[in-house]
């Protein structure tokens, strides 16, 4: 009896077209949104003095970490995705927490995660975001629109890079 051929998966980062991505600097943007993956404390207390540098400036800046062990989750108390918001079968992100973020039409989405985490790429990909950026990492080829180069594991020159690339200043109301 002949074999069924293997039926073709689709690719997981498949290009979305009803999404126009394009280049936006901070003083094009107002909502910006940061995806992580929970390391340890420094590395949170950095996301956070940083969401809060960008609102004292004007931004409306949210948070949005994957943490992946439940011992850590339970003293973590920013908005966070766990394993247990993932699909049993794909192990992507399937809750209204993850759902938020990718459809908020952001002007900017910045990943300041370092590793491969599939969960946060995917959330980056199905981003609205006009502007998805990311480390200048192969991994982000396909989630991300503006790499920046940076050393891998130093998320303050990352952030550093971000903000000198897109030209970070307070942020004004347009006049129309």
Do not use: W
């Not at 370092?114 to 502007?131: D, G, I, N, T, W």
């Amino acid at each position: 009896m002949p074999q069924a051929a293997p039926v073709p998966v689709a690719p997981l980062f498949t290009p979305q077209d009803q999404i126009k991505h394009e280049f936006v600097n901070f003083s094009a943007s107002y909502r910006v949104c940061i995806l992580s993956e929970y390391e340890d404390e420094a590395q949170v207390e950095t996301i956070i003095a940083y969401q809060k540098k960008l609102e004292k400036m004007g931004y409306d800046a949210d948070v949005l970490f994957f943490i992946d062990n439940i011992e850590k989750e339970k003293a973590f108390y920013h908005q966070k995705f766990t394993p247990e918001d993932l699909d049993k079968k794909t192990l992507l992100p399937h809750s209204p927490k993850t759902d938020r973020v990718i459809v908020k039409k952001y002007d900017l989405l910045l990943n300041l995660y370092f590793r491969e985490c599939l969960p946060l790429q995917y959330v980056s990909h199905m981003s609205y975001a006009k502007c998805r950026v990311a480390p200048f990492i192969s991994t982000f080829t396909k989630c991300a629109d503006l790499l920046i180069p940076c050393t891998a594991g130093q998320l303050e020159e990352l952030i550093q890079q971000i903000n000198e690339t897109l030209n970070l200043k307070p942020h004004e109301r347009k006049t129309f």
